[in-house]
Nanobody
Framework: VQLQASGGGEVQAGNSLILSCVSS???????VGWFRQAPGKEREFVAA????????YYADSVKGRFTFSRDNAKNTVTLQMNFLKPEDTSTYYC????????????????????????WGQGTQVTVSS
């Protein structure tokens, strides 16, 4: 499975961006997520969903501003990012992994980077104040 992320750019605070990630393989059997990494910091969880696509889980820092969606028929996931802040500046990565979590465990499992086997190349998002 190869993942290709796109849609990054430079915007002013308060504006929006949409990131897309296209997979070369079927996403229907994979958990899929977005992570981000700022210079000098660890890669952190942003949002993800398990194979079924529902529910979606978000990091507290983006809840209410970002919307994750997936289209298994098109092997594509998107991340709608609204009300962007300077602290959202990062390289954003899409990731996928052949693991499953039950509803009660997903909030703890989906943010774990080591669960994801496939990673895209990253797309840069820069938010200026």
């Amino acid at each position: 499975v190869q993942l290709q992320a796109s849609g990054g750019g430079e915007v002013q605070a308060g504006n929006s961006l949409i990131l897309s990630c296209v997979s070369s393989g079927f996403l229907s059997n994979l958990a899929v997520g977005w992570f981000r990494q700022a210079p000098g910091k660890e890669r952190e969880f942003v949002a993800a969903s398990r194979r079924s696509g529902s529910p979606t889980y978000y990091a507290d820092s983006v809840k209410g501003r970002f919307t994750f969606s997936r289209d298994n028929a098109k092997n594509t996931v998107t991340l709608q990012m609204n009300f962007l802040k300077p602290e959202d500046t990062s390289t954003y990565y899409c990731a996928a992994g052949p693991f499953y979590c039950i509803t009660s465990e997903c909030p703890k499992v989906l943010p774990r980077r080591e669960k994801y086997d496939y990673w895209g190349q990253g797309t840069q998002v820069t938010v200026s104040s």
